[in-house]
Structure formats: C-alpha cells, structure tokens
C-alpha cells in the first residue's frame, strides 16, 4: 500500500515513535551523572519501551491491516525511531 493510504499508519507510529524516544530520554536523563548500575537500569527502562512500540505496532497490524498495512507502518516506526536512537546521545549531553 503506498500513497494517501499509507499516510495514518506512517503518521501514528512515526508519533508513537517520538513519543517513546521523548518518554526514554526522560527516564535516562536524571541519572546521568548516577553510578553506571542506576543508568543501565534507566537505559533498559528506555529499551523496554522500544520493544513494547514494536509490539503496539504489531498488535495494530493483525488487528487492522487495511487501517495498518506492514510495510507503511514499519516505515513509520522505524523510520523516525532508527534515528532517534542513534542520535540519543547528543541529545542527553
């Protein structure tokens, strides 16, 4: 599915994205300066939120494929989650 049809699905994940990125830099950031324990418990926090989006996103697909078609909602997911990621760093310091 591409064109207008593909524009919810990529919309939606692609703001459950920078939701989750928004809510994982929220819960890193306060122990920033902590020992590293405190942190990778913060970080695995954020990880787990990552993993719970890909399970909303695949909870939308089997649920409403014609709504939520695979290929435009992974898209928007990963499209703006990938990112956020990798660029996560900079944005805590």
Known sequence: TSGPAAVVPGLVCGALATAIRLAAV???RPVLGA???KLL???T?????RVAG???FAV???IDRAT??????AFGYLGVLLPLLFMEMRFLR
């Open 26 to 28: 929220a819960i890193v």
């Open 35 to 37: 020992p590293f324990r």
């Open 41 to 43: 418990e913060r970080w």
């Open 45 to 49: 926090m954020g990880m787990a939120l």
């Open 54 to 56: 890909v399970i909303l």
């Open 60 to 62: 939308a697909v089997l």
């Open 68 to 73: 939520f078609p695979p290929i435009p909602t």
